[in-house]
């Protein structure tokens, strides 16, 4: 009836399209990382996208099912076995009771999201199933609902659709496109074409809350020194060193560092799938041509 | 895009927010407004707004790009024409609502030392009793102008300027739920255990933050506090937080 975690990874925790309508009183909104290869693997399954899913970086948590399900894996790969013996990505996988899921290496990206079809069961907290430091596990035991049906499951997806996130998620040429934010007018003439001109690379200071860039130092007209106000995923704050911290799914709901821009939303799963030291460069974009990206892609998922 | 309607300035954050904001102060009239204003906002139930965030001078809205806007309509036409009628409406609506006087929160505080424990540093550094920082700390009506960095951590203003003092240098790695602290000009409350800066005075036995679903926050950015002195005895028989 259940999935037990029988070795804890680094970094793992379960994620939907995360906790809204919270931030007002200081709660995260949390949710996935890549939410474009977490909904792949939900469509792939044909659950809603929304389906809480199972993030994972390297090295990972060691699963055993307790009954037979149904799973799929997307996103980063991490060489996925069952039982030993490797599984493929974005294919719906029938696992057995007492079968075993562990991932053996890092080969491309940073987050793998493992999917089941079937709900998760007693888990929710303000209508989100996103883990955020205020769910303490009690155990490492989640129920899924089972498969109703002892046939194999067969996937209705589009291929072109895996076939083009694929393409989208794990492009690492593309530049990172950006809007300018609120403190944008204040970089210094140099800092701005530093920031558009030159290579910045993600550090090993990166996790769920942020990631830690490298790159040319950043000075502002002004103090670094504002009064707090909300922040969201994607923004890029400066910090006073003059290097840039980048907000993910987990950042605080407000921040006081001078916002100097946003990685449009289309674009953070791809920058979400970045690995410690790869290096890229920021482009600017503007808010209709995000809008547009962001919906196409959004569309594909609706049929 | 920045725009300036009435005295907001609005400026979009990213491709997926807006933010309303009025003069950068910490001001009792500035964060009322920004206080009705997001009650405003709030009561609307706008389709595709999935936050609404007050914060000092400012008012985010955090937006779903597929649920709040139109299809094949400019975005900054959309978010202009949705300014102006919101601060518009707010504008014609709030002056029929009567706006009431908020109840001043008496929150209470056990300010021994085995709970201040930046008291008598404090104490020395400003040549004033610790007694009286704690008669100072406490007079004063403070406002919640925001809450963030934790669930339910609650910033409030203003400090008397004889007690005013910043952050330490280098943050304590645990600071003690319901710890009450200064920074600068705002006082505050650790809603859990967190490593944290501020100049610890004293302790709340409210457990300020509850993960019950209809409990959550006990303040709202805009709430009037008041601290008043308990001792470790009524500290003691009031404590909320786990033992």
Known sequence: MS?????????????DNGRYGYQHVGIQPAGYMDFISAWLANKILGNDLNNPVFELHFPTSEFLFKSDYTICITGANF???????????????QVN???MLTMLQPIEGRTCYVAIKGELKDYSWLESDSFSKQIILKDQEFIFSENDNTQSYVSN???????????LVFDHNSPIRIIPGPVWPQLTNSSLTGLLKNTFTITSQANRM?????????NLTIENNFLSSAVTRGTLQLLPNGDIIVLMADHQTIGGYANIGQIILVDLPRFAQFKNGQSFHFELTDLENANQLYRNIYEKFQH | MKIKIQDFEIVTLGDH????????KMDTKIVQKITA????????????????????????IIYSITKFLHKNKSVIEQVVEFSNTILNDFNNESTNIKTTQNTIIKVPVCYDPIFGIDLENLSNAKNI??????????????????IGFLPGFTYMGIVDEKIQTPRHDKPRMNVIAGSVGIAGLQTGIYPCNSPGGWQIIGRTPWNIFNKSENILAKFKVGDLVQFYAIDKIEFDKMNEHNL
């Open chain 1, 3 to 15: 999935i037990k975690i029988i070795k804890k990874g680094l970094s793992d925790s379960i994620q």
């Open chain 1, 79 to 93: 060489v996925p076995v069952i039982n030993e013996k490797s599984v493929e990505l974005f294919k719906p996988i």
């Open chain 1, 97 to 99: 009771k007492n079968d």
């Open chain 1, 157 to 167: 997806i589009n291929k072109i659709l895996i076939e083009d996130v694929q393409k």
């Open chain 1, 210 to 218: 942020g990631f830690n860039l490298m790159g040319t130092k950043l």
């Open chain 2, 17 to 24: 927010a807006i933010v309303f904001s009025l003069a950068a």
């Open chain 2, 37 to 60: 204003l997001s009650a405003f906002v709030k009561s609307k139930n706008i389709h595709g707004i999935l936050d609404v965030i007050p914060s000092y001078h400012t008012l985010t």
């Open chain 2, 129 to 146: 009793s610790a007694q009286e920082i704690v008669s100072i700390h406490s007079a004063i009506i403070y406002e919640v102008y925001s």
